[in-house]
């Protein structure tokens, strides 16, 4: 990363995250190797947040809630879209809104989870507790309510699968990347990562 930014948890090589990127609880955050994370880009604090590698976040898409959230390698997320790990319970009877003390809301703090090779389009949407399955993408301006299979391309408002991805071909594309440059030796392929140390 170039000149003195944020003390992220563990940062990759040839990793760009640009000027006007904001990003909160950077302590909590995990970033491979080969990111580039675009101006006016907003990450807000999380319990756990990593980004794999070859990861591109693009302008003014946002990661917000407080949650958990692995987006993991070769995944992509195009501007104006957002990833949502928690909200206040809205039906419930606490008050809402960061200005509240925490005994008087009722929040929740989910998991997002986009596994490799997913891609989000621009304005799109996705919701707390959301898997969206290796390979699949989700249309620009969609809203993901609940989790994805993987491979399939999804649009809407709910998102609806609407078509298949080459899963071989991109994974044939994949191979022959690492054969020319190497595999990692940490991926960041499943929710299991969340978990380590």
Not at 143 to 162: D, F, K, M, N
Not at 179 to 187: A, H, I, M, S, T
Request: one cysteine or more.
């Amino acid at each position: 990363m170039e000149g003195s930014g944020p003390c992220f948890r563990h940062i990759g090589s040839n990793v760009k995250v640009h000027n006007l990127v904001i990003t909160l609880s950077p302590e909590n955050m995990v970033l491979g190797s080969d990111i580039i994370i675009d101006d006016f880009v907003f990450i807000g604090s999380h319990r756990r947040l990593i980004l794999g590698h070859h990861v591109h976040i693009a302008s003014h898409a946002s990661i917000t809630g407080g949650g958990r959230v692995l987006v993991g390698d070769f995944c992509g997320i195009s501007s104006g879209a957002r990833l949502i790990s928690g909200t206040d319970e809205f039906t419930g009877g606490g008050l809402t809104g960061p200005t509240i003390p925490p005994e008087f809301r009722q929040a929740h703090r989910g998991t997002v989870i986009l596994e490799p090779h997913v891609i989000i389009g621009s304005n799109a949407v996705v919701l707390p507790d959301v898997t969206i399955g290796e390979g699949s993408t989700v249309g620009a301006g969609s809203v993901v309510t609940r989790s994805l299979e993987p491979w399939g391309v999804y649009a809407g408002s709910p998102a609806r699968r609407i078509n298949t991805r080459p899963r071989e071909i991109v994974l044939a594309n994949e191979q022959r990347f690492f054969e020319k440059y190497g595999r990692p030796e940490v991926q960041y392929r499943s929710a299991a990562c969340l978990d380590e140390p």
